[in-house]
Structures are given as structure tokens and as C-alpha cells.
């Protein structure tokens, strides 16, 4: 069946350094992929999203591509801040109107 | 734009009453809503998708009659934990979702506890 893997955390990170959380599907079919970040005590926000191959979604200096050949979804940001800590999951979306799918969450932590 | 809140965002209840949860689409149509689990430091689990005006479908393993699911209108759905046990201590999240539409949009969650 159709799932999402992602890295185990906790990440633990300084601040300023690069930050690279690796996501890889499997599917069917030809799924959106998606970046949910979660902040502590809080519900989900979209990060960013892509809906082909080849696509890259960014937000706040988060940036992921769609790659199908490698069946991946990576999440980078090339300078974390200590406000990026949280929880980020991946998440596929086969089609529209189809439920989404969700990776077991990265936590990244953030030092000054 | 695509907000969505719970209420209450925390609620503590004694075993054996029922609490009700609340989920708004404040300023979209949520043909979909869909409510999810959460437990300490893990994922999200998916419990049940509701359509305005028809009855929710449930995951395997969830029981329909322990989580009553209402969807009555195109901006309201509630989950209704009926005779709550303290393993029902959750954080529960709901997201919704316009038709046609693929990107959901969460909840701010609802943490329950069940002495």
C-alpha cells in the first residue's frame, strides 16, 4: 500500500547550520507530495507542497522537490533558526479527495 | 485565508461522560473534514472522513459508536467521545478540506484527558 518514510529524529541542529530531512514514498500512482510542520502544543501547517515531478515547493526558505525517480521528497533549508524547531512531516495525497498519508514526523531541535 | 479551529482547544472530563469537539472552517466551504489522532511524539492516525450531509467513513480499528462523527453543515463538524475512558486521552486534530480541493488544512487540535 501507499506510505511515507522519513527520518527518524530527534535532529539536533545549531543555529545558522543546513538542515536536510529525507522523505521517500511509495504509491501507485503519481501522488502530491507535502511538508506539514508542527509546532509544540499545536495542530499542523502546511509548509510547502508539489504536485508533479519535478516540482519544487518552498516557503520560508524551506524548499523540497518531487523527484520520481528516487521516489523522494526532501526537506532542506540551508540556515535554521532556533523559531524552526518542531515537528515536520511528509505526506502524500494520491489524488483529489483522497486522504493523505503521513510519515512518522522528524523533531528538530535548534540551539542558539 | 484557509483557516480552520477547534474548540475547546483543551478539555479535561471524568470517566464515563462524553465531550464533544468542535471543528470550524472559518472562511472556506469544507466539503471534507477529516479527524486524526495524535499521541505523545508520534504521528498522525486517521480516524474518520466526513462529507457534509452524509455519514462519516471510519478507519479499520476506530469504533463508530465510540467516536460519534456529525457533519451537518459545510463549515461545522464535531467528534463526540462517548462514555470517554482515560485511554482516550488524546490530542485530537481535524482538518478540512473544499471540494475539488487537495490541500487540507488543520486544526489547531484539541488535547482531552480523562481522569
Known amino acids: 500500500g501507499d506510505s511515507v518514510t522519513q527520518m527518524e529524529g530527534p535532529v539536533t541542529l545549531s543555529e545558522e547550520a543546513f538542515l536536510t530531512i529525507n522523505c521517500t514514498y511509495t504509491?501507485?500512482?503519481?501522488?502530491?507530495l507535502f511538508w506539514y510542520v508542527q509546532y509544540p502544543g499545536e495542530g499542523l501547517q502546511l509548509l510547502l507542497k508539489?504536485?508533479?515531478?519535478?516540482d519544487k515547493g518552498s516557503n520560508k526558505g524551506f524548499e523540497a522537490t518531487y523527484r520520481k525517480e528516487t521516489t523522494s521528497f526532501h526537506l532542506e533549508k540551508g540556515s535554521v533558526q532556533v523559531s524552526d524547531s518542531a515537528v515536520y512531516f511528509c505526506?502524500?495525497?494520491?489524488?483529489?479527495?483522497?486522504?493523505?498519508?503521513f510519515g512518522g514526523g522528524t523533531r528538530v531541535l535548534v540551539k542558539p | 485565508g484557509a483557516v480552520v479551529s477547534q474548540h475547546p482547544s483543551w478539555v479535561i472530563c471524568k470517566s464515563g461522560t462524553s465531550v464533544k469537539i468542535e471543528c470550524r472552517s472559518l472562511?472556506?466551504?469544507?466539503?471534507?473534514m477529516f479527524w486524526y489522532r495524535q499521541f505523545p511524539k508520534q504521528s498522525l492516525m486517521l480516524m474518520a472522513t466526513?462529507?457534509?450531509?452524509?455519514?462519516?467513513?471510519?478507519e479499520q480499528g476506530v469504533e463508530k459508536d465510540k467516536f460519534l462523527i456529525n457533519h451537518a453543515s459545510l463549515t461545522l463538524s464535531t467528534l463526540t467521545v462517548t462514555s470517554a475512558h482515560p485511554e482516550d486521552s488524546s490530542f485530537y486534530i481535524c482538518?478540512?478540506?473544499?471540494?475539488?480541493?487537495?490541500?487540507?488544512?488543520f486544526g489547531p487540535g484539541t488535547r482531552l484527558l480523562v481522569l
Open positions: 504509491a501507485t500512482g503519481y501522488p502530491s
Open positions: 508539489a504536485t508533479k515531478a519535478d
Open positions: 466526513s462529507n457534509e450531509g452524509s455519514k462519516a467513513t471510519y
Open positions: 505526506a502524500q495525497n494520491k489524488a483529489a479527495g483522497n486522504k493523505l498519508t
Open positions: 482538518s478540512a478540506r473544499d471540494l475539488g480541493q487537495e490541500t487540507q488544512y
Open positions: 472562511d472556506f466551504q469544507a466539503t471534507t
